[in-house]
């Protein structure tokens, strides 16, 4: 039996001419098999391209929504940066104030009175500052999409908050560290050393003759006796605003100490200080002497608050 073979003829009308191409049943079979195996491998291929798109359109989003968390991230950094460093802030400034606090308490008690005027209480020194903030609220924190959004917006509310907190309690403490620092001021400006030591010959408030109008009057100040020379000191900081003779008083030495507290000095030998010059408290400004309307001598001592004379003995330990 002939083989059976098949024949195609491809025939040209521009050339007048035919090609004749014989193919065995086995080269059909194999011709076939092959373009199915062409087509196979081509939907594989295909398909391959379809999930790689997807997946890479996937990929994309998930980058994206990478760096818009990251930058989420970067954000609650800084403001937890900037937090801590408002904490610290408020750490070192609490030290400050205790600080001081201890320093006003040592000067109350080395003072005999104090002078200074219990002023009101803000509602912001008597409020308390709360010091925990939930960063979480209540049940297990989701990690899925949905509650992302959700917890992202109560964190950006608790660190509002806790900012918030630390600003009132920053300005609290800046308050409280002023009006202890006026307190230290006005302490530190309070005539509390005596200027020489001696018995009070005339005390504040006494009767005298004054020789200039032969009248008698109060005393405005208080007489230390002490021997010619003896050194006198200042019982504060403060500044000389005069320095110079008088009538009454002879060879005088005021001094003003701030917060309407001043002190004069009369009857001196000589002065060690000239007018403008800043004293501190214990430094020597001048001698005992007998100038002026003086029976002996002595020196002659007056504080004055708002250029009021008052009795020394309040300010003297």
């Known amino acids: 039996m002939a083989k059976k073979s098949y024949t195609v003829l491809i025939i040209s009308q521009k050339a007048a001419q035919a090609k004749k191409f014989i193919f065995s ?18 939907g594989f291929i295909i398909y391959d391209y379809v999930v790689y798109k997807r997946q890479l359109g996937e990929l994309q989003e998930l980058r994206a929504e990478t760096l818009f968390q990251q930058k989420e991230i970067r954000s609650f950094l800084d403001k ?62 989701s990690i899925l999409e949905r509650e992302r ?47 020489v ?33 003896t050194p ?8 000389v605003t005069f320095c110079g003779q008088e009538s009454e008083y002879g060879l005088l030495i005021c001094i003003d100490h701030g917060h309407g507290f001043c002190t004069a000095y009369g009857h001196l030998k000589e002065p060690l200080v000239q007018t403008g010059e800043q004293v501190k408290a214990g430094q020597v400004i001048g001698t005992v002497g007998t100038s002026g309307n003086s029976t002996g001598p002595h020196l002659h001592y007056e504080v004055r608050i708002q250029g009021n004379q008052v009795n020394p003995f309040r300010y003297l330990n």
């Not at 109560?154 to 002023?178: M, P, T």
């Not at 006198?232 to 403060?238: K, L």
């Open 197 to 229: 030591f001696g018995p009070v010959t005339s005390g504040y408030g006494e009767t005298r003759l004054s020789s200039p109008s032969g009248e008698m009057r109060p005393h405005k100040g208080v007489d230390i006796s002490v021997p010619p020379g």
């Open 25 to 42: 049943p086995l080269t059909l079979k194999i011709a076939a098999v092959v373009l199915a195996i062409v087509f196979v491998v081509s």
């Open 232 to 239: 006198i000191v200042a019982p504060a900081d403060g500044v």
């Open 149 to 195: 959004s959700r917890l992202v917006s109560l964190l950006y509310q608790d660190l509002l908050q806790l900012r918030k907190e630390a600003f009132h309690r920053e300005q609290n403490l800046k308050e409280i560290s002023e009006f202890l620092q006026a307190q230290k001021a006005i302490l530190l400006s309070t005539p509390s050393l005596w200027p």
């Open 80 to 141: 937890i940066t900037l937090l801590e460093e408002q904490l610290t802030k408020l750490n070192a400034m609490e030290k400050e104030m205790e600080r001081e606090l201890k320093e006003v308490n040592e000067l109350k008690k080395t003072k005999k009175s104090s002078p200074v005027v219990p002023r009101k209480k803000t509602s912001s020194e008597t409020t308390e500052v709360r010091h925990e903030t939930a960063f979480f609220r209540d049940g297990q924190v």
